[in-house]
């Protein structure tokens, strides 16, 4: 039986896995593998949970209170609750150093996807132009991949940005602000298209409307920040359980991979890695390697494997990531409506500001609040905590926040690299990002038009409030190792392998040519699963 190792647990990997493991492979997965532990009393709902346990303190803030967003911080509106931290845990000796970029990276059983608001979002024609495959290669494995983790949503205004897919589930049930956002939408449909070139639509969402497998339809616990406890809402560590159940497939955690080595030929022939708690390097032999640990990650284990079989260090340009603007509102038509803590707490309409190329669409998550945490909105209040809270109680259905996301395009200026002083136990990664020209501008430009549509649809955004996130907050990462129809140095062919190593495939987002402004997690699975259809 034919061998693939896979480093790598996340939304690419699981996939790729689950696919090749389909078609009869053995499949080795090399991981870190942090897990957190099980959601607490998974019927109850947020305010019950408040009542009910001993200590809820520590289970919304934490321990040592490390889910509280303190005044003065840098603006973001939401944070991850301490049952996510295990997600962004790191082993000991990866360092990065950074200019002019925030990253965040994961090893956690299942990825950065595990802390995701599942918005499953496809590649259209346009946003695949600079890729050498086309949407009628990628949309029979985005149905594929939605009948796997279940998709909610519907064809609406927003399928002139997402093409509709197969297996498709009916969405999931609106709350009563975005009900009302959607019906304003409706009835001042014509105005906004041709005006504002704004389309509002529903949301597409990895979360089950109804029960599929042993998974549960959405219960609306409005939990989904803390983890679902139904597993209604879709995760990568869901598709890894899968996988444990097929005899080929051997799971390898409290693994940390630093490089692979080559033989004479210039074939990969062994993993270098790192048990828990040990610092020598072990070899593992393989026969093909897939890497899928992630943009960054994947960039690290590149550069540091050429590094020891060449010497030198070089760079892998074309870094991308989606710059985010969020902008907060509040609809006045609901000021003094009563909150409704039933809901499904992340996003469930979209909205696309179209000018010029359909590509360079803004795409815009609108979520309504719902259950997200009170207290960084309430220590922004130009008041007192008194009047804060008595006015927060009376505006909390009318508040929604309004997520502006914005393509990236490949740039040499933009590159990870390695450095290797002497006096640093390990090649440590560098990375730097460079704005694209004009950028100020187009943001502002963006924010001043989604104004006037949230006018339009009865809200106005809270005077001060809108934050520009740092490049990397997004962590849609993107581009280091593009596929490419010619085989260039650093680069993939359309079916992923690497032109420079014969045995090597790159399945994770490095491959990505282009970055439209959508979420891109949908498409790594998609195109994962093309791979190890296609290529094996």
């Known amino acids: 039986m034919k061998r693939v190792t896979i480093v790598g647990s996340g939304a690419s990997g699981a996939h790729f896995a689950l696919s090749l493991l389909r078609k009869g492979y053995a499949v080795r997965m090399v991981d870190a593998g942090y897990t957190g532990s099980a959601p607490l009393a998974p019927d109850r709902r947020i305010p019950d949970l408040k009542r009910e346990l001993p200590d809820?303190?520590?289970?919304?803030?934490?321990?040592?209170?490390?889910?509280?967003?303190?005044?003065?911080?840098?603006?973001?509106?939401?944070?991850?609750?301490?049952?996510?931290?295990?997600?962004?845990?790191?082993?000991?000796?990866?360092?990065?150093?950074?200019?002019?970029?925030?990253?965040?990276?994961?090893?956690?059983?299942?990825?950065?996807?595990?802390?995701?608001?599942?918005?499953?979002?496809?590649?259209?024609?346009?946003?695949?132009?600079?890729?050498?495959?086309?949407?009628?290669?990628?949309?029979?494995?985005?149905?594929?991949?939605?009948?796997?983790?279940?998709?909610?949503?519907?064809a609406d205004d927003i399928e002139r940005f997402m093409p509709v897919h197969e297996h498709m589930m009916e969405p999931l049930e609106l709350d009563g602000h975005s009900?009302?956002?959607?019906?304003?939408?409706?009835?001042?449909?014509?105005?906004?298209?041709?005006?504002?070139?704004?389309?509002?639509?529903?949301a597409r969402v990895a979360t089950l409307s109804r029960a599929q497998g042993d998974r549960?339809?959405?219960?609306?616990?409005?939990?989904?920040?803390?983890?679902?406890?139904?597993?209604?809402?879709?995760?990568?560590?869901?598709?890894?359980?899968?996988?444990?159940?097929?005899?080929?497939?051997?799971?390898?955690?409290?693994?940390?991979?630093?490089?692979?080595?080559?033989?004479?030929?210039?074939?990969?022939?062994?993993?270098?890695?790192?048990?828990?708690?040990?610092?020598?390097?072990?070899?593992?032999?393989?026969?093909?390697?897939a890497l899928a640990a992630g943009t960054l990650s994947s960039a690290r284990i590149y550069l540091e494997s050429v590094w020891r079989h060449e010497g030198?260090?070089?760079?892998?340009?074309?870094?991308?990531?989606?710059?985010?603007?969020?902008v907060p509102f509040v609809h006045t038509g609901r000021i003094g409506v009563p909150y409704e803590p039933?809901?499904?707490?992340?996003?469930?309409?979209?909205?696309?500001?179209?000018?010029?190329?359909?590509?360079?669409?803004?795409?815009?998550?609108?979520?309504?609040?719902?259950?997200?945490?009170?207290?960084?909105?309430?220590?922004?209040?130009?008041?007192?905590?008194?009047?804060?809270?008595?006015?927060?109680?009376?505006?909390?259905a009318a508040l929604g926040l309004v997520n502006l996301n914005f393509h990236d395009q490949r740039r040499p200026d933009c590159?990870?690299?390695?450095?290797?002083?002497?006096?640093?136990?390990?090649?440590?990664?560098?990375i730097v990002y460079e704005p694209e020209r004009g950028e100020g501008e187009r943001l502002k430009n963006a924010v001043k038009r989604l104004r006037r549509v949230l006018r339009r649809l009865g809200c106005m955004v809270v005077p001060g409030a809108v934050h520009t996130r740092p490049m990397g907050a997004s962590v849609h990462y993107a581009g280091t190792l593009p596929m490419s129809m010619r085989p260039e140095p650093r680069t993939v062919s359309p079916l992923c392998r690497s032109h420079d190593f014969e045995n090597l495939y790159v399945v994770d987002g490095s491959t990505f040519p282009f970055l439209p402004a959508k979420n891109i997690t949908f498409t790594l699975m998609a195109n994962a699963a093309r791979v190890a259809d296609r290529a094996f």
């Not at 965040?104 to 802390?115: D, I, K, N, Q």
């Not at 030198?312 to 969020?326: A, I, S, Y």
């Open 216 to 289: 549960e339809a959405c219960d609306y616990l409005g939990r989904c920040m803390w983890g679902c406890p139904s597993e209604s809402l879709y995760t990568p560590s869901l598709t890894l359980r899968e996988c444990e159940r097929y005899d080929g497939f051997e799971y390898l955690p409290d693994r940390y991979v630093r490089a692979f080595e080559l033989d004479e030929t210039r074939r990969v022939r062994s993993l270098l890695v790192r048990s828990k708690g040990g610092e020598e390097l072990s070899p593992l032999p393989v026969d093909t390697l």
């Open 179 to 202: 009900r009302a956002l959607l019906e304003r939408y409706e009835s001042n449909r014509e105005a906004l298209n041709a005006r504002y070139g704004c389309y509002v639509g529903r």
């Open 312 to 326: 030198g260090c070089e760079e892998l340009n074309g870094l991308m990531d989606n710059r985010q603007v969020l």
């Open 415 to 430: 590159r990870v690299g390695l450095s290797t002083e002497r006096h640093e136990a390990d090649p440590v990664l560098e």
């Open 56 to 154: 809820p303190v520590e289970y919304f803030l934490g321990e040592d209170l490390s889910g509280l967003t303190l005044p003065g911080g840098e603006g973001e509106y939401y944070g991850f609750p301490p049952q996510k931290q295990y997600v962004f845990r790191h082993p000991d000796g990866v360092a990065t150093r950074t200019h002019g970029f925030e990253p965040l990276s994961s090893f956690a059983a299942g990825g950065l996807a595990e802390a995701w608001t599942a918005g499953v979002f496809p590649f259209n024609e346009a946003d695949l132009h600079d890729f050498p495959l086309s949407y009628d290669e990628l949309a029979p494995y985005y149905g594929e991949v939605a009948e796997r983790i279940g998709v909610s949503g519907t």
């Open 342 to 396: 039933r809901s499904y707490q992340y996003h469930q309409l979209l909205l696309g500001l179209e000018s010029g190329p359909l590509r360079e669409y803004v795409h815009g998550q609108i979520t309504t609040l719902t259950t997200a945490e009170a207290h960084p909105i309430l220590q922004s209040m130009p008041v007192d905590l008194r009047t804060a809270t008595f006015v927060f109680r009376n505006v909390r």
